[in-house]
């Protein structure tokens, strides 16, 4: 299973690769929205992680860039954006999951093996 990981913080790609090395996944990076945006058009991906605030495009704005096959089947958004606007325009363009920065790097764990879990039951 591939997973994009897309921020501009480089912490925060750490702290993600940390929680996720250990399960079965591919982890790719991208330190803005334009280089995940140039990724999600030539690769497949099965979970796409995203930040909001990038430079260059938005997560927002990267979704919505995206025609509907480069769309990955999960889409989180990990943020520091906390307002319920925010929420709502990332739940409008088909992000399935919000979570807010900080964060619990188990939960992050437990929310990405239940979407690999539905993602092996339904191939």
């Known amino acids: ?34 280089s995940a945006l140039e990724k999600l058009s030539s690769e497949k991906f099965h979970i796409c992680i995203l930040d909001n605030i990038m430079p260059g495009i938005t997560g927002i704005e990267l979704i919505n860039k995206l025609e509907g096959e480069y769309l990955p089947e999960h889409i989180i958004m990990l943020t520091a954006r906390v307002q319920k606007e925010d929420q709502l325009a990332a739940e409008a363009c088909g992000v399935g999951h919000y979570v807010s920065k900080p964060y619990s790097p188990n939960k992050l764990y437990q929310l990405i093996q239940e979407l690999m879990s539905i993602n092996s039951s339904t191939t």
């Not at 480089?10 to 334009?34: H, I, M, P, W």
């Open 1 to 34: 299973m591939k997973v994009l990981v897309a921020d501009d913080e480089k912490f925060s790609r750490l702290l993600v690769k940390e929680t996720l090395e250990c399960l079965n996944v591919e982890l790719v990076f991208a330190e803005d929205g334009t």
